[in-house]
């Protein structure tokens, strides 16, 4: 189709133009205007004819546009397209020869890729027994914290949980038994900590929960909360270990995992069934952990 400026009326159209809009014949396309055949706003949420006075300037003053544009048919439907605009000269003229592509089906199976990608994504950061972020959304959600507490100085707590003895779980009730203990301790996680937390399950019978913005002792109230709770899987219910590491200024993912992990061992030494912290400064008893230890 062509549009002479400044007014943008259409001056002819193939035969192509006109049935993509739904017009009956070439004289009832000829008198319709683009702002006609186009919605009051454009996807990104631009008034249309503000768009169309900028892609005007641009063509006029490059010579050519190329852009994705919603257009609407006489019957109102919104439809995508690709639209590419040649100026041209006819003695003292200037013409716009418009370049119209119905990309419905391209943008419905962009959509549809998009879907399958983000349910990938999702499942590739997802335990498939527990249903909890698995070991990679918690390495990157990790790092997002620990930039997010840098900005607001506000504390970070990592929770390394581990199920006492829980091969002899497997080996003495079966691995059906043991998945069912699992996806309970997950259920535990989920109702025992903050919707802003990230329980995850780390891998075979440890989890981890990662603690955005809490403060020095909250992170070990989570951890008893989780232990004493823990009490209530079904039977046989294996106790649970727990090391708390908190994150502290320039300190790496890796060292805050670290400092957690180093706690559960210590649990682990101290009988088990309890919960020790690691902390920056010499702690007293079993149920702390520090630097000078």
Known sequence: MTIEPPSL????????????FGAADEAEFLSLSVGELSPPRQPDGTPTPQKMEETLQIVLQEGSHFFE???????GEVFPATVLLTKLHFGDRTIIQATVRDITERKETERKLEEVNAKLTELSMTDQLTGLPNRRQLDQKINEEITRSKRTGKGLA????????????????????????????????????RDMDLPTRFGGEEFCVLL????????RNVAERIRAAA????DPAPTVSVGVGYWEADMSSGGVLRR??????????????????YCKQPGKGAQNLSDSE
């Open 9 to 20: 009326n259409f001056t002819s159209a193939n035969a192509a133009a006109i049935k993509m």
């Open 158 to 193: 990592v929770l390394m949980l581990d199920l006492d003895h829980f091969k002899q779980v497997n080996d003495q009730y079966g691995h059906q038994k043991g998945d069912e203990i699992l996806q309970q301790f997950a259920e535990i996680l989920r109702q025992e900590v």
């Open 231 to 234: 009490e209530l899987l079904s």
């Open 212 to 219: 955005p913005e809490i403060e020095a002792d909250e992170g």
């Open 69 to 75: 544009w919603a257009h609407c048919r006489r019957n």
């Open 260 to 277: 957690a992990d180093r706690a559960l061992y210590a649990a682990k030494e101290a009988g088990r069934n309890c919960v020790v912290t």
